[in-house]
């Protein structure tokens, strides 16, 4: 059986609600990303307040990028991470 703790559990909801894995190739080892996104106005204090946290305490990541389109409708949380990245595709 596999355990999950409850931040690792909160982020599985989180990641299938808003979030997002991509790989990019190229360069020697490539690119790993793991994004949340919601809306500019209605989620951010969520995903400061509560996003951010959660994946900190779950995978010990610090400081994401923080990226709002030049239209301002939507914001996003992304973590360059190879081992959250695998931990995601694993479960």
């Known amino acids: 059986m596999f355990h999950l703790s409850p ?3 909160a982020e599985t909801g989180i990641h299938i609600g808003d979030g997002g894995l ?11 990303q ?3 996104t919601g809306h500019a106005l209605e989620d951010q204090l969520y995903l400061i307040g509560t996003v951010m946290p959660t994946i900190c305490t779950a995978y010990d990541l ?3 990028g923080f990226y709002i389109n030049p239209e301002q409708t939507w914001i996003s949380l992304r973590y360059q991470s190879k081992p959250l990245h695998y931990s995601s595709t694993k479960r």
């Open 22 to 32: 991509s790989i990019k190739r190229g360069g020697p080892h490539g690119s790993y």
């Open 34 to 36: 793991y994004e949340v």
């Open 62 to 64: 610090q400081r994401p």
């Open 7 to 9: 931040d690792v559990a």
